[in-house]
């Protein structure tokens, strides 16, 4: 791979990231600008925006990397990432609009009318926000490092440094025009390569037939296997529930049936963007099958030129870098923009101001983290923060929109059981390899936090919020 085509690529979907950020500058007056773009953005734009921040680098090169090496098995990880958003559409979107608030924590702290609870939503909006951000750093030094031969760091810092300005610069208007085209980026990056190896590789069907003799028929597997699969399910579509970049977007719509319809739109997208890295990783299993020894998270950037003639490799490729990098920008702003809205809050009074500071230190830690830190596969990191904001955000939102029981010192109790819970599955998970429990902890730590939460808040049942009748109205009548 020639190293001028990742240079290009990257600085052009540098150059056009910068380019729409700053025009946006223009129109982003006001302090709620910053915040929820005015509360203006419509379900079509909103939606594109949602898709381009939520399809990461786990979604644009772990997914393919991932069938590589475990085949049909791996299809929980799409299947999880889009039901994630039909949990949404049932059970949070419009409720959440409704609430009026501009981060998790303002809507834990009206919900609970407790500024303890609202201080530990924040330490774990914190907390899960950069430990998403740290794959896509790591993604973006992978891409650089393959695409153009420089050291790895460099597209950690590179994507860190444009995230912060784009961010500090605009805040969510700005960021809502750049992810909405880089969701199109990203669709258009992953299809060109499925639908140019189809059209132009001869005998590919008979390859393909030749691979797939080779590997065994699915089978359900052992009980650890199900219990795998039911885990990582689990994690995908509660945890969904609980991204803190992708509940901030809900805040920007006008109301609450926008959010329904931004979520079935959103629905769709994501429906026909899984489509394609299933399909490279099938593909790389009949010509790369040697990357599943070496870095199968290359192989969407490797395949076109692998195995596709001349020009045509060469452009797409291009587009193909073009889309991984734009994944690991929208992905970056979005969990930034709702990281500083969060640090602005609590440390600034929610200035404008505090917000830039914010966006710069969102995305300082995670790239000292980033740099300090081997990269595992990117779908199976990703999958264990999706488990660990099951275990403590989803129960707190859950329950505070349909329970009316819920209560202050329960949900404290709930996420920090659930953090405590999950959190030293991952890190000892590592430590005793084969153990299943460990490995994939959203199975049961999920249930053991929102326990936690029913049964400290029937214990404190005389401490339920007076305004809660009055809360939960708002969330569940229709605007007029």
Request: charge should be positive; include cysteine; proline fraction near 6%.
């Amino acid at each position: 791979m020639s190293p001028g085509i990742g240079y290009g690529s990257i600085a052009a979907v540098t150059l056009v990231t910068v380019l729409i950020g700053f025009f946006a500058v223009r129109i982003s007056r006001t302090t709620s600008d910053f915040y929820v773009a005015s509360r203006t953005v419509r379900p079509w734009w909103n939606a594109s925006a949602i898709g381009g921040e939520y399809l990461s680098a786990a979604s644009v090169l772990g997914v393919a990397g991932l069938v590589l090496l475990q085949g049909e098995a791996a299809l929980w990880f799409p299947l999880g990432y889009t039901a994630g958003y039909l949990m949404l559409l049932l059970f949070v979107a419009a409720p959440l609009r409704r609430s009026g608030a501009y981060t998790v924590p303002d809507f834990t702290e009206a919900r609970l009318e407790s500024r303890l609870a609202r201080r530990v939503t924040s330490v774990l909006v914190i907390v899960i926000g950069w430990l998403y951000i740290v794959p896509q750093l790591q993604g973006a030094a992978l891409t650089v490092g393959i695409t153009t031969g420089l050291p790895r760091w460099v597209g950690a810092v590179a994507v860190a440094l444009i995230v912060g300005v784009v961010v500090a610069a605009g805040g969510m208007r700005s960021i809502t025009f750049v992810q909405a085209f880089q969701y199109w980026l990203k669709l258009t990056a992953v299809a060109a390569p499925v639908v140019f190896v189809l059209l132009l590789q001869p005998g590919i069907r008979a390859d393909a037939e030749a691979v797939a003799a080779a590997f065994p028929p699915f089978s359900v597997g052992g009980p650890g296997e199900v219990y795998r699969a039911v885990s990582l399910l689990v994690a995908l579509l509660l945890g969904t529930l609980g991204l803190p970049h992708v509940l901030v977007r809900f805040y920007t719509n006008p109301d609450g049936p926008a959010a329904r319809r931004t979520t079935l739109i959103v629905l769709c997208l994501l429906s026909a963007f899984y489509l394609f890295p299933v399909a490279i990783g099938m593909l790389g299993r009949v010509f790369l099958p040697e990357l599943a020894e070496g870095d199968p998270d290359a192989l969407l950037l490797l395949l076109p030129s692998r195995v596709l003639p001349s020009p045509y490799a060469e452009a797409v490729t291009a587009l193909v870098i073009a889309g991984a990098f734009g994944a690991f920008l929208s992905t970056s702003s979005g969990l930034v923009v709702s990281l500083a809205g969060v640090v602005s809050q609590e440390l600034f009074a929610g200035s404008v101001r505090g917000f830039r500071i914010a966006a710069v230190g969102s995305v300082a830690v995670p790239l000292v983290v980033a740099g300090i830190t081997e990269s595992a596969g990117l779908a199976g990191s990703v999958g264990l923060v999706f488990a660990f904001t099951a275990s403590t955000l989803c129960p707190v939102l859950l329950l505070g929109i349909w329970w009316r029981g819920l209560t202050a010192r329960g949900a404290v109790a709930g996420m920090a059981t659930g953090a405590v819970a999950c959190g030293t599955a991952i890190l000892v998970g590592p430590l005793v390899p084969g153990l299943v429990l460990l490995e994939q902890p959203a199975a049961w730590t999920v249930p053991l936090a929102t326990l936690t939460m029913v049964l400290v808040s029937r214990l404190d049942r005389r401490r339920i919020p007076r305004g809660v009748d009055r809360t939960l109205a708002l969330l569940h009548l229709p605007e007029r």
